[in-house]
């Protein structure tokens, strides 16, 4: 493995959820240990089964696993360092300060923003703690900084400067400022982020086109904050001889080959690793001794043979979008991670819409464009619109200091810039541009997708907060105005679609996102998994025993999670352009059934 | 020199760019704060969402939410004494309560900003 040759004290793994960044950082602390190295494994993930892994009870304190000699874990639970924060800073002032003043101030820092700092803020010990550079040799993280995050990292150094400047206090650091963290060690972390000798960022990725455009962005916004030691991985390969004797693992395997064959560029250049797909689950420290091998890990597979016949007959997509029809107009919005596959079924919802004469404005803010390629072709009653986050956000900028900058001195322009470089600006912007093309939904279809949860999340506190706000400036009486929010949280104007795919991360990261929409007051209205090969026909035995682990998946999400769901089949082709999107939504039969 | 200081509603910013619409009066009065430190004022602002001890921590200021709320903020007390309420002071009034003049150069700008009408200088 490349990116395990020399390493450095840090390696940070990252990767959009349910790429297995936790499995290859566990396997690679395995493997460091084995080396005679004192490792200590850091994981925060909020579905950490390091734990599980390792059969070991972790937590949030450092703790030896004892059957891997040098091998030292920590949990990090970014809500409960949410919560401790919260505490930290509200249980002074509980019984002194009016119930209803701490209950508001509470709701304010229950943003993922509070969470994702309060997670960085653990982060920052472990990477200025002297004690623990004597301890270890590597410290291994299963997640990096990033989006979101890392506009917040750039922060400080803004900070810092501003402050050493002598020009006042920059003061949009949100829920920072009130960390209890020295800003000396916040920059001393960033520091150690950007030095290349300290610190490798490894990104996994799966051979996917979509996802691989992600990581290269990934990969271009942190070499641009300095951390430009970077390494990729691509996990999960379908090997060569499985795509023999079964059509479906043949396409996946000629397209995992095309997106690799086209790599973008930036990618290109860096040291990469390949990861097969492996014939049995990842679980216990045997697995994940074998993970790196080249081999399929016959042995194992053997001790895990598939029992049942893993079909399913599930609710398809068809069966949701004759629901939405009856209503005839409405605002649908496709909610879920960064790689689901949100904008293909928000496509193939539009069309399927637009095929039966209904009219229906299709906008996406993917920044990826990659609707345009899938709407290859047209339909006359589908309007396609796209809301790109970079171009909005920097018109909001521009409009804000020509509007409210405008009577204010060169300092105080100065110091507005600076608010106006907060991260959420960017989903204030966002959410600026959605509630233009929301009103519309009382004509017509409106379907959209969104970019990835924190975004998502953030525009909802948005709406929230003005919600509040103009029903506190009114009084609380005279409710005859109509904010996005309760446009958004009105079941018989809004219908919200979670998309998923059929794996435990993704699952989880679908239900903590309706538990912030929850709170929100919004009930999502369906559920649909993406991207199945349990409802897909296929004989290959690592895409069945895929199948198998997928069945009790789709179960908790049929059972525990949706009110109602939908489980759209992995396709052999991409589902690019009008008559693939059709079939995809199950306006006309499949073509393509593989032969079992 | 008189020490001042305001006691912010729950914001996630000073200049409230992070919320949905922007106060023009939350811009202006970042600005204003930040002049009047420039020119050695004595000026504290406190953030109830991120700094409620401090609010706590003052008879005058948990009184006054006790008895008006939350939504009476901002509260601004000069010397320890309740001076402006329910808005946020002018530059003119930083000024003012500082016992220091404005700079000439913003004198146009301050005329329109702060010092037309009644309510203030």
Request: hydrophobic share 45%; aromatic share 4%; proline share 5%.
């Amino acid at each position: 493995m490349n990116f395990l040759t020399n390493p450095p004290r840090f390696l940070f793994f990252t990767g959009k959820g349910g790429v297995g960044k936790t499995s290859i950082a566990c396997a690679a602390a395995v493997r460091l240990a084995a080396a005679e190295r004192r490792v200590l494994l850091v994981s925060t993930d909020p579905a950490s089964n390091v734990g599980q892994v390792f059969g070991v009870a972790i937590g949030n304190r450092i703790t030896s696993i004892t059957a891997v000699p040098g091998l030292d874990a920590l949990e990090i639970d970014p809500q409960a360092a949410a919560q401790a924060y919260r505490d930290r800073l509200l249980g002074p002032v509980r019984g002194r300060l009016p119930d209803a003043v701490v209950k508001g101030i509470e709701e304010q820092l229950s943003g993922a923003c509070t969470t994702e700092i309060a997670a960085f803020d653990e982060f920052t010990a472990l990477l200025t703690d002297a004690a623990l550079m004597v301890d270890y040799d590597h410290i291994l993280f299963d997640t990096a900084p990033t989006g979101h995050t890392i506009r917040l990292l750039q922060l400080p150094g803004a900070w810092s400067g501003f402050l050493d400047a002598g020009k006042g206090d920059a003061s949009c650091l949100g829920p920072l400022a009130g960390l209890e963290k020295q800003r000396a060690q916040y920059r001393a972390a960033v520091e150690a982020l950007a030095d290349s000798s300290r610190t490798r960022l490894v990104l996994v990725a799966r051979a996917q086109k979509a996802t691989l455009r992600e990581v290269a962005r990934t990969h271009e916004e942190l070499a641009a904050i300095g951390l430009t030691r970077q390494y990729l991985v691509i996990n999960g390969e379908l090997p060569t001889g499985e795509a023999k004797d079964d059509a479906l693992a043949a396409a996946i395997h000629a397209r995992e080959r095309a997106a690799l064959g086209e790599l973008p560029e930036t990618l290109a250049a860096l040291p990469c690793d390949h990861i097969a797909l492996k014939a049995y689950n990842l679980v216990g420290l045997e697995a994940l001794r074998h993970l790196f091998d080249e081999d399929g890990g016959g042995d194992l597979a053997a001790a895990q043979a598939v029992e049942s016949d893993p079909h399913l007959d599930a609710p398809a997509l068809a069966d949701l979008i004759n629901d939405i029809a009856a209503d005839g107009h409405g605002l649908i919005m496709l909610m879920g991670k960064g790689g689901v596959g949100k904008t293909t079924l928000a496509a193939a919802i539009s069309v399927a819409l637009a095929q039966r004469g209904l009219p229906v404005h299709l906008t996406t803010s993917d920044p990826a464009a990659h609707l345009a390629e899938t709407m290859d072709g047209t339909l006359p009653d589908l309007a396609v619109s796209r809301i790109d986050p970079q171009v909005e956000t920097e018109r909001y900028r521009k409009q804000i200091m020509a509007s409210k900058g405008a009577q204010l001195d060169e300092q105080g322009r100065k110091l507005l810039e600076e608010d106006l470089r907060s991260p959420c600006t960017e989903e204030i912007a966002v959410f600026r541009a959605f509630s233009r093309v929301i009103r519309e939904a009382g004509r017509r279809f409106v379907v959209m997708d969104t970019a990835p949860t924190g975004h998502t999340l953030l525009l909802l506190d948005a709406t929230g907060a003005y919600h509040r706000e103009v029903a506190r400036q009114m009084g609380g009486k005279g409710m005859n105005f109509t904010t996005p929010m309760m446009q958004l949280q009105d079941p018989k104007q809004t219908k919200v679609i979670i998309a998923t795919l059929a794996e435990t991360t993704p699952i989880l990261e679908a239900a903590s996102l309706q538990a912030d929409l929850r709170r929100a007051g919004i009930e999502p209205w369906a559920w649909i998994v993406n991207a199945s090969v349990a409802v897909a026909d296929t004989c290959s035995p690592l895409l069945r025993r895929r199948a198998a682990t997928e069945l009790r998946e789709i179960e908790a999400v049929a059972t525990h999670h949706a009110l109602r769901h939908a489980v759209v089949p992995l396709l052999q082709a991409e589902p690019v352009g009008v008559g693939r999107l059709l079939e995809l939504a199950g306006e006309v039969p499949l073509k393509t059934t593989t032969g079992a | 020199m008189a020490n001042i200081q305001i006691f912010d509603p729950a914001l996630c910013c000073s200049t409230g760019v992070c919320g949905v619409a922007i106060d023009q009066a939350l811009v202006s009065f970042a600005a204003d704060v930040d002049w009047a430190k420039q020119n050695g004022v004595q000026i504290e602002r406190f953030n109830l969402a991120r700094q409620p001890l401090a609010f706590a921590n003052n008879e005058t200021v948990r009184d006054f939410l006790e008895r008006s709320g939350q939504e009476a903020l901002p509260l601004v007390l000069v010397d320890g004494q309740l001076a402006l309420a329910s808005r946020y002071p002018e530059r003119c009034d930083l000024a003012r309560w500082a016992g220091i003049a404005q700079p000439a150069k913003l004198e146009a700008v301050a005329a329109s900003d702060c010092c037309s009408g009644s309510r203030c200088c």
